[in-house]
């Protein structure tokens, strides 16, 4: 028994290619084409959240906060099917890491800049 009832967790996360904030296009899925922001990254899922892509319908309870119902929100989508969206040409690209004055960046690897 080595990992005695821990099978869903990893000890490290993983480094990924795509970090909060960058603009990525699905390149596989239902949503094959649309284009969004990352919202959150979970690391240890290999998933990410993208604005306006998988949406799913959840059923809310009512609270003090929200009147309940129906309600539409992003779900997680795996990271392989995401790539990030090359900030000089606007096409998808993949991702490469370079030293550049002693700290580790991400490039494009099709237009050779920065991705901040």
């Known amino acids: 028994m080595a ?3 821990k ?3 990893k000890r490290f ?7 909060k904030g960058d603009r990525v296009m699905v390149i596989a899925g239902s949503s094959k084409g649309s284009q969004g ?6 690391p240890n899922k290999n998933r990410a ?7 799913v319908k959840k059923h ?4 003090n906060d929200n009147p309940g119902g129906i309600i539409e929100k992003p779900a997680p989508i795996h990271i392989s099917n995401l790539k990030v969206i090359d900030p000089k040409t606007g096409t998808p690209t993949r991702v490469g ?8 960046v991400r490039y494009s690897k ?3 800049e920065i991705i901040k």
Do not use: C, W, Y
């Open 3 to 5: 990992n005695k009832g």
């Open 7 to 9: 099978d869903n967790q």
């Open 13 to 19: 996360a993983p480094k990924l290619k795509i970090k």
């Open 37 to 42: 922001e990352v919202l959150e990254v979970f």
């Open 49 to 55: 959240i993208v604005e306006e892509i998988n949406i």
């Open 60 to 63: 809310q309870k009512p609270t």
């Open 97 to 104: 890491r370079k030293e550049v004055d002693g700290k580790l």
């Open 110 to 112: 099709k237009s050779g």
